[in-house]
């Protein structure tokens, strides 16, 4: 942090759409943007693997919401320990429902919907999450052409509600899965190929969402030892909640590199501004 250059990005949830690591992963794959959507609406295609432009591409996470004093609020995704089975499960049990609603689903990996939706159907996406560390009533689907969804969405949650998945998560200490989160609606496209040779180095994820900060620095020692084994001149991105940072080593006049090497102050761009 002290000998590489840093170059900031603000990536607010509310603005682009998604998380920061989204963001991040976006961006690396290649995603320009889609005209009339926020970025984040090219996480549809991405997750359902369409490649090709066409019709927009909607995608349906299985979730959590709880309602409390403060709100509903959605369960952090991976926190959900969904298994492949129970997902079946779910799918099975909710299958006859959009028979005859005008919508089409279907399974793409466990705990994730792609959904057909009618053509003038609008929404304004927000990943699970991004919305995971926001207000869930802010981004609850309203918009009119999507009546249809949010009244199949409400027989899902009954349905579930009683479900024998649940009942046994709930033996389980675990979340129940009662709603779907719906995100997407940009057409496809194709991802540039480099981009899966990136590495992602997730040690502090579970605990920077949770906000579990004595378990973050408790962690921090696992991700030294893990930079360590990088080489001298790689660079990393951090990604936060609300910003990006890249951090690269700084192209130098050769005279320079005779020169003893000027420490960065770090906490310039570490520590968050008011």
């Given at each position: 942090m002290t000998r590489l250059k840093a170059v900031v990005t603000a990536c607010p949830?509310?603005?682009?759409?998604?998380?920061?690591?989204?963001f991040l992963e976006?961006?690396?794959r290649g995603y320009q943007g889609e005209s009339g959507h926020n970025y984040g609406a090219?996480?549809?295609?991405l997750r359902a693997g369409i490649t090709q432009p066409g019709d927009p591409v909607w995608v349906a996470d299985l979730c959590s919401v709880a309602v409390g004093r403060e709100g509903a609020a959605l369960a952090i995704p991976d926190s959900l320990g969904l298994d492949q089975?129970?997902?079946d499960a779910l799918f099975e049990a909710a299958q006859p429902l959009w028979n005859d609603c005008g919508i089409s689903v279907l399974p793409l990996e466990s705990g994730r919907w792609r959904v057909w939706l009618a053509p003038d159907a609008h929404l304004r996406s927000i990943s699970p999450a991004a919305v995971s560390t926001l207000s869930v009533s802010d981004w609850w689907p309203q918009e009119e052409s999507l009546k249809a969804w949010r009244k199949l969405l409400n027989e899902v949650q009954m349905l579930w509600h009683t479900h024998p998945v649940n009942e046994q998560r709930a033996a389980r200490g675990l979340e129940p899965i009662n709603s779907l989160w719906l995100y997407g609606g940009a057409s496809g496209w194709k991802p540039l190929p480099g981009a899966s040779s990136d590495q992602y180095l997730n040690t502090l994820t579970k605990s920077f969402l949770e906000n579990d900060w004595a378990t973050w620095i408790e962690q921090l020692p696992i991700l030294s030892k893990q930079l360590s084994h990088l080489p001298e001149n790689v660079s990393l991105t951090l990604a936060g909640e609300r910003r990006i940072v890249a951090l690269s080593v700084?192209?130098?006049?050769?005279?320079q590199r005779l020169m003893r090497r000027r420490k960065q102050n770090w906490t310039n761009w570490w520590i968050r501004q008011n």
């Open positions: 949830p509310e603005e682009t759409g998604c998380s920061a690591l989204e976006l961006s690396a090219g996480l549809g295609p089975a129970h997902a700084s192209q130098q006049p050769w005279w």
